[in-house]
């Protein structure tokens, strides 16, 4: 069985950093690709950046390009999102998710839809 477990979020105010983890556990051979999703009230599920397992090819939304990071840890196995110079705008519940894919990669790696197992969710607040 798969679990994904996030941790990190809280409050902050604007132009500070946090810095999410979102631990893996299971057979690592179901995944080769984890992303980070965020969903805020009213709006849709947006997928801000997504990291190769084998390679650590990474991908930004354009949102956070520059701001955020992700990287990946195989050995814990746990996969990190940097956040910095946040914004109001990136308040929300953000979502860690593992995926399976193949083929080429591209803008896929940021749908939802391509993602099996998804995270509990944690909160980030962004204050002005």
């Not at 893996?24 to 849709?44: C, I, V, Y």
């Not at 997504?50 to 520059?66: H, L």
């Not at 996969?79 to 953000?94: C, F, G, H, R």
Request: hydrophobic share 35%; aromatic share 10%; glycine share 12%.
């Amino acid at each position: 069985q798969v679990q994904l477990v996030e941790s990190g979020g809280g409050s902050v105010r604007a132009g500070g950093s946090l810095r999410l983890s979102c631990t893996f556990s299971g057979d690592t051979h179901r995944r080769n690709l984890m992303g980070w999703f965020r969903q805020a009230p009213g709006k849709e599920r947006e997928g801000v950046a997504a990291i190769s397992t084998g390679s650590s090819t990474t991908m930004y939304s354009d949102s956070v390009k520059g701001r955020f990071a992700i990287s990946l840890d195989n050995a814990k196995p746990t996969v990190y999102l940097q956040m910095n110079s946040l914004k109001p705008e990136d308040t929300a519940i953000y979502y860690c998710a593992a995926a399976l894919i193949r083929g080429p990669w591209g803008q896929r790696v940021l749908r939802d839809a391509e993602y099996r197992y998804w995270g509990q969710g944690t909160q980030v607040t962004v204050s002005s």
